[in-house]
């Protein structure tokens, strides 16, 4: 769920002490770490390759007619797809990759590919039916589900924190705005010790301590956090600047903005978003929860696997606990596209990058907008283009620490992609 790196420059040298030690005892052979950016590696003999071309999705449109009257539809054939494919197909070939992509222009899928395990045990591969963690893209519809309240004069974006969660110490100095745009201050809970670890504190972590990294991390995914519990914790932590002074991303944000669609709304979190986002866009493959996940997650560090269990949603929650398919998120986006539930007046407050290219769930970039996520396990990114209603979807069920050169990160590949519209 978490979109911050992981603090590499710091923990670069005793990942690379921790690298030599185990190939010493396992008798690997020797990988190159990249400092400047997070890569990835797989082992070929898990990898299963799939690719499909200009896979039409179904018309969103009705036509009703009168019995008097006789009503003929000319369809227009969709416009030759820009997308580049061969040069697609070439770039995923030459990387390791677990996970699915899908790539849409003019809203019809053009081009997929699926490639490793979603089930390692089973040996079941990832296809386009695959249920992924998204992590932070779980952002964009708690974004919306707060716009929604604000349009039925439940709240208001410039309103205080303290109008809804006081019993937050620094609440009174917080607008809702600010938690959205990620311009709060407010300490991130995923990196500032508070669920009892911090990959802050590789720099001073000893070889023996990250040997039982996967204990550790497996003890802080499956225990349950209570809504009461991170807001006393949170408290504890002070504020890292004057609220609308500089942008921070922190989870922090979009855990509060949860409390608060749950406290208004008198539904659970993903009660509120299957009822009044899923369900009226008839978004069948999308998923406020981890249940329908059908695919496993693998944390990799160097050469070290960890196969992890699945978060528990109380951990990812508003910030990262949303699931689903490739094609069930391009259906998501094309509804952002086309700025469905909320009013324009709404979508304009939702894309608006202000100062910092941060908007409400969004990076704001020149041409198209964007967001990566990644929980333990998995790592994803999504970016699109309204204009040309172009989407690249990338969902991993690999999570980085550090790799090589030849792995690159989810958002990596959805750049790199990118470039092949014509």
């Not at 509804?335 to 608006?352: G, P, R, T, Y």
Request: glycine share 6%.
């Amino acid at each position: 769920m978490c979109n911050s790196n992981f603090k590499l420059k710091k923990i670069l040298s005793v990942l690379l002490a921790l690298s030599v030690v185990l190939a010493c005892a396992c008798a690997k052979s020797e990988e190159t770490t990249k400092k400047t950016k997070k890569t990835r590696t797989k082992n070929t003999e898990d990898s299963a390759v799939t690719d499909t071309t200009e896979k039409a999705t179904e018309s969103d449109s009705e036509i009703s007619t009168e019995s008097t009257t006789e009503v003929t539809q000319t369809t227009l054939a969709p416009a030759p797809s820009t997308f580049d494919t061969d040069k697609a197909k070439e770039y995923m070939n030459s990387i390791n990759f677990d996970g699915v992509v899908l790539v849409a222009e003019g809203d019809q899928i053009v081009w997929t590919y699926a490639e490793g395990m979603a089930d390692r045990e089973n040996k079941t591969p990832n296809t386009l039916d695959t249920v992924f963690e998204f992590g932070s893209i779980t952002k964009q519809f708690t974004a919306v589900a707060i716009m929604q309240l604000e349009e039925k004069g439940l709240l208001s974006t410039d309103d205080k924190l303290d109008k809804y969660i006081p019993e937050y110490k620094y609440a009174d100095q917080i607008t809702i705005h600010q938690l959205l745009n990620m311009t709060s201050g407010v300490s991130d809970y995923l990196f500032n010790g508070m669920l009892g670890f911090s990959f802050d504190e590789f720099d001073s972590m000893t070889v023996d301590m990250l040997l039982d990294f996967e204990n550790t991390m497996t003890k802080i995914v499956t225990t349950p956090l209570a809504k009461d519990e991170f807001v006393t914790k949170l408290s504890e932590y002070p504020l890292d600047f004057t609220p609308g002074s500089e942008y921070a991303y922190s989870n922090s944000n979009y855990y509060l903005l949860g409390i608060i669609i749950e406290k208004l709304s008198g539904m659970s979190y993903d009660e509120y978003v299957r009822k009044n986002i899923l369900e009226p866009l008839a978004l069948s493959d999308l998923y406020p929860d981890i249940d329908h996940l059908t695919s496993d997650g693998r944390l990799r560090l160097l050469i070290m696997n960890f196969d992890l269990p699945h978060q528990d949603p109380t951990i990812s929650y508003a910030v990262g606990v949303m699931t689903g398919t490739a094609e069930g998120l391009f259906n998501w986006e094309k509804c952002v596209m086309d700025k469905a539930l909320l009013s324009q007046e709404s979508w304009d407050k939702i894309l608006d990058g202000g100062s910092f290219g941060y908007g409400y769930g969004w990076y704001i970039e020149n041409g198209y907008i964007e967001h990566s996520g990644m929980t333990l396990g998995y790592n994803t990114s999504v970016r699109v283009a309204s204009e040309s209603r172009r989407v690249i979807v990338v969902l991993s069920n690999i999570q980085l620490l550090e790799g090589t050169s030849n792995e690159p990160m989810a958002s990596e590949v959805g750049e790199e992609l990118w470039q092949y519209y014509g």
